[in-house]
C-alpha cells in the first residue's frame, strides 16, 4: 500500500510541476535575442500552462518604465489582446533577426505568423536596464512597434 502511495504521490508532484510552469525571471546572463524569443515563445503559447500566462512571461520583461505606461497587468493584457496586438496570441510562427545591438540596446526585426495565416512585421527593442535592483543589467522590452501587415501564406 505505501508503494502505491508513493507512486501516487510522485505523480501527482510531477503533473502539478508542468500545470505551473516557471515564469522565467530576467536576469543579466540573458542576451537581448533570447528575451524577445523568451517574450515570443509565451505569446505563442499563451494559456499554456494556464490562461494569459504568454502574457505574463511578455510583461516580466517589459522595462519599468513601459511597465508604468502600459500598466498595470491587466491593462497591458487588455492592450495585447486588443487589435493592434492580437496576432500575437497563439501566432504559430516568428522569425527575429537582429537589426542593431551596442552595449547598451538592441532592434530586431521579428515576422510573426498569425493564427489565421496572416504576416506581420513589428521593430522589437530591448535596452540594458540601468538602476537598483535585481533587475539591474537585464536587457528589457522598451518598444514594440505597431504591426505591419505583409501579407498572407499560401
Not at 90 to 114: P, R, S
Request: charged content about 25%; hydrophobic content about 40%.
Amino acid at each position: 500500500m505505501k508503494i502505491i502511495f508513493k507512486i501516487f504521490f510522485l505523480i501527482f508532484l510531477l503533473f502539478s510541476n508542468m500545470l505551473h510552469a516557471e515564469i522565467i525571471k530576467p536576469n543579466n546572463g540573458i542576451e537581448p535575442y533570447q528575451v524577445v524569443k523568451i517574450q515570443l515563445r509565451g505569446l505563442m503559447e499563451n494559456d499554456k500552462p494556464q490562461i494569459d500566462t504568454g502574457i505574463e512571461q511578455t510583461w516580466e520583461f517589459a522595462h519599468p518604465q513601459n511597465q508604468k505606461y502600459t500598466g498595470p497587468l491587466e491593462n497591458f493584457k487588455s492592450m495585447i489582446k486588443g487589435d493592434s496586438y492580437s496576432m500575437l496570441i497563439d501566432h504559430l510562427d516568428h522569425e527575429v533577426i537582429e537589426v542593431y545591438k551596442n552595449e547598451k540596446v538592441a532592434t530586431f526585426e521579428v515576422t510573426v505568423l498569425d493564427k489565421d495565416k496572416k504576416y506581420y512585421r513589428f521593430k522589437w527593442q530591448v535596452e540594458k536596464y540601468r538602476g537598483v535592483g535585481p533587475l539591474n543589467n537585464c536587457w528589457l522590452t522598451t518598444a514594440v512597434s505597431q504591426p505591419m501587415p505583409t501579407g498572407s501564406s499560401i
